[in-house]
């Protein structure tokens, strides 16, 4: 007896043959790493038609056409007049060899004459902070990732608001993903207090800058042109320490504040920034204060529409430049294959190298894939310590004791090729020692992994490791 063929499903499993296949030639054409091309394969052939449509829209045409249009941008907004400080580095120290790569990765010399002061603990963050946006005078550029919608983010923008409408010149940028479901009411009121609020690359599929991979996960706030704030802290409840209250989870993490020449640069990234999701062009950046310290900055921003990303470059570089030791943090620990090799080699050529992550990662997929790349660095002689005291979320790295990078850049795959991040590479001895003794005092509430504590797991738990890892290309 014959059976019918069933048009309709032969017709669905075409279209979704057709789909799969349309999405993994797509991925091949690309080009790009091996890994992040296996791993969309990977998602495709595991996860008939969801794995296509998630690579169409994630790696759609968009992303590179957003791509075009960023460099673009920043090569107009370059045109039109950049800073040239007046303070430039001229030794020829350890230190100065990451700053030259700085300088070759971005077009921005590394500056003098800066002082540059950590801010870790989050009360005292954010009264730095707010404190400077009160006694600002003439204008507030402010740029973030994430702004709550808590009792945090809600002060903030309401401390821009009784600025501008005092007659303070007041640009807000905030990432359309990152602060999706911020405060509408409040940002109204923002703008009728003068300011101009503007959200990056917001989510709409129908705009040509529609691009949901490519986020704005910097952190800046200038204050007139004298003093600006970097480093790895949103403006939330977690991040401020307010969270106390309820006993959540605080987030730990490394900030700072600059004072010299350094802020020009700054006003440079975010001058950049704004043209590209504004379309408007700002006048050139100045500083309009006096050097106030001994520390060379050198202002790294880095994202998919760099040739060679720059913070992943001068990670590589820095770890490769010590002599003595390196002290990695970073929440977030998926490094790709030259910065794996990178720290593989420092440790066997003799250079005690740290790194502090999470022992309770916020985005549980990432912890567990993070596990995986403990044992070769292990068996290179690599320490690796996991921060017990609260989550850890500050992205630094310390060298010799006198060199030190504070940023928004994870040692992960998002950050070293699709976020624009933004780091500020410090050759300070005084900072570079502050900053190594935190990493120490945060040693003293974590706990050491060594080769056994993976060897104790149990075995699910190691199988659920590694099938996050097959992902960490896509995280």
């Given at each position: 007896m014959d059976v019918p063929w069933n048009w309709s499903a032969i017709a669905v499993a075409t279209c979704i043959a057709a789909l799969d296949v349309t999405a993994i030639v797509k991925v091949m054409r690309r080009g790009g790493d091996v890994e992040g091309t296996l791993a969309w394969i990977f998602s495709v052939i595991?996860?008939?038609?969801?794995?296509?449509?998630a690579y169409l829209i994630l790696s759609g045409p968009s992303l590179h056409r957003t791509i075009r249009r960023r460099r673009s941008s920043n090569a107009q907004v370059r045109a039109s007049g950049v800073i040239e400080p007046a303070h430039l580095a001229r030794s020829a120290s350890v230190s100065d060899t990451v700053l030259k790569t700085v300088v070759s990765l971005t077009g921005m010399p590394a500056t003098l004459g800066n002082l540059?002061?950590?801010?870790?603990?989050?009360?005292?963050?954010?009264?730095?902070?707010?404190?400077?946006i009160e006694r600002a005078t003439r204008r507030v550029h402010a740029e973030y990732y994430i702004v709550r919608n808590d009792e945090t983010g809600r002060r903030f923008l309401d401390l821009l608001t009784r600025q501008a409408a005092a007659g303070v010149e007041v640009r807000f940028l905030y990432d359309a993903m990152g602060s999706f479901?911020?405060?509408?009411?409040?940002?109204?009121?923002?703008?009728?207090?003068?300011?101009?609020v503007e959200a990056f690359l917001p989510l709409s599929p129908w705009r040509r800058r529609w691009a949901v991979q490519q986020r704005n996960h910097r952190k800046i706030v200038i204050v007139d042109d004298t003093v600006a704030f970097t480093g790895g802290m949103n403006v939330g409840n977690e991040y401020s320490g307010r969270v106390r209250r309820r006993g959540d989870l605080l987030f730990r993490d490394s900030h700072v504040q600059i004072d010299g020449p350094a802020v020009a640069d700054l006003a440079q990234v975010f001058r950049e920034d704004w043209a590209f999701a504004t379309g408007e062009a700002l006048d050139p950046p100045q500083f309009c204060g006096v050097p106030q310290g001994a520390a060379r900055?050198?202002?790294?921003?880095?994202g998919p529409d760099q040739s060679v990303n720059a913070n992943s470059m001068v990670y590589f570089a820095s770890i490769n430049a010590a002599r003595q030791h390196v002290s990695l943090t970073s929440p977030y620990?998926?490094?790709?294959?030259?910065?794996?090799?990178?720290?593989?080699?420092?440790?066997?050529?003799?250079?005690?190298?740290?790194i502090l992550v999470p022992a309770r990662c916020d985005v549980w997929l990432v912890g567990m894939a993070a596990r995986t790349y403990y044992r070769p660095l292990?068996?290179?002689?690599?320490r690796i310590f996991e921060y017990e005291r609260s989550m850890l979320h500050a992205k630094t790295i310390v060298v010799d004791d006198e060199f030190c990078v504070v940023g928004s850049a994870n040692v992960d795959v998002r950050s070293f090729r699709l976020n624009y991040e933004?780091?500020?590479?410090?050759?300070d001895?005084?900072?570079?020692?502050?900053?190594?003794?935190?990493?120490?005092?945060?040693?003293?509430?974590?706990?050491?992994?060594t080769s056994r504590t993976g060897r104790n797991a149990a075995w699910w738990r190691r199988l659920r490791d590694q099938v996050a890892r097959l992902l960490s290309p896509l995280l």
């Open positions: 595991a996860f008939p038609a969801i794995g296509a449509i540059v002061v950590p801010l870790i603990d989050a009360d005292h963050a954010f009264q730095a902070l707010e404190t400077a479901g911020l405060d509408s009411g409040r940002l109204d009121a923002l703008r009728r207090a003068g300011a101009r900055v050198g202002i790294v921003p880095s620990f998926i490094p790709d294959s030259p910065t794996m090799r990178a720290l593989m080699a420092a440790a066997l050529r003799g250079v005690d190298v740290r292990l068996a290179a002689g690599v933004l780091s500020a590479a410090v050759a001895e005084a900072f570079a020692r502050d900053m190594e003794r935190r990493f120490q005092e945060d040693l003293e509430h974590s706990r050491e992994v």
